[in-house]
């Protein structure tokens, strides 16, 4: 079985410091991982997309991932909080054998809190 | 500009009454998706459609309906809102193939009274 987790539920970080939000995932395919975020009251909006491609991708607003096979992870990073990355972050696993849709996999989230 | 627009953003309701979420996209995807999601917690794939005049159930069994007449259009119908219905409401869509990026709206808070 497919499945997606993320460590932490919650992340504070103090503005100017760096942030990292952890990702975890299991599947007997290969995966395409995506993060996304989403803003109070808002949609969600695409962060980065891993394909299979180069290991480090890098996505809007200064964020980049590093696909880990070996430790089936795909944790977020940016070396600089702001505090307007104040938000909700979602880890998304598609796997290519996935039933439904997509075989698109959410995690539950976690809550980045930006200290000034 | 090509974006994918959600109505109303706010619905409060009472209980019994029929609603119609709307969902358009302007980008010309084949691929439409609704998801539920409640306060705090992972979205769930409720609805799907491959393109025109095709619908299929997702993850989580939902007693709303969905059709899809027009590529660009996915409306959400509940025909008797109740409470357990009160939740926020995302549509999304993407090109048609595997592990394509899905794009969102900005969602449809319910609140069913």
């Known amino acids: 079985a497919q499945s997606v987790t993320q460590l932490d539920s919650h992340v504070s970080v103090s503005e100017g410091t760096p942030v990292l939000l952890r990702c975890n995932y299991s599947?007997?395919?290969?995966?395409?991982l995506f993060w996304y975020v989403q803003h109070p009251n808002k949609g969600l909006q695409l962060l980065l997309k891993?394909?299979?491609?180069?290991?480090l991708v890098k996505g809007i607003n200064g964020f980049e991932a590093e696909f880990k096979k070996s430790e089936t992870s795909f944790h977020l990073t940016k070396p600089s909080a702001h505090m307007s990355d104040a938000a909700e972050y979602f880890c998304?696993?598609?796997?290519?054998?996935?039933?439904?849709?997509?075989?698109?996999?959410f995690g539950k989230g976690t809550h980045l809190i930006i200290q000034p | 500009e090509a974006d994918i627009y959600q109505t109303p953003r706010y619905l409060v309701i009472g209980t019994g009454k029929k609603i119609t979420l709307e969902c358009s996209q302007t980008?010309?995807?084949?691929?439409m998706y609704w998801y539920q999601q409640d306060p705090g917690m992972e979205l769930h794939l409720i609805h799907y459609?491959?393109?025109?005049?095709?619908?299929e159930k997702g993850d989580l069994s939902s007693e709303s309906t969905v059709s899809r007449i027009r590529t660009e259009h996915f409306p959400l119908t509940l025909e008797s809102a109740r409470p357990s219905h009160t939740s926020q409401y995302l549509c999304?869509?993407?090109?048609?193939?595997?592990?394509?990026?899905?794009?969102f709206g900005p969602g449809t808070r319910l609140l069913v009274l």
């Open positions: 999304a869509s993407s090109e048609y193939g595997v592990q394509k990026t899905q794009y």
């Open positions: 599947s007997s395919y290969s995966p395409s």
């Open positions: 891993y394909t299979s491609a180069a290991t």
């Open positions: 998304v696993v598609s796997f290519l054998a996935g039933g439904g849709a997509d075989g698109l996999t």
């Open positions: 980008m010309g995807h084949d691929k």
């Open positions: 459609s491959y393109g025109v005049n095709s619908t």
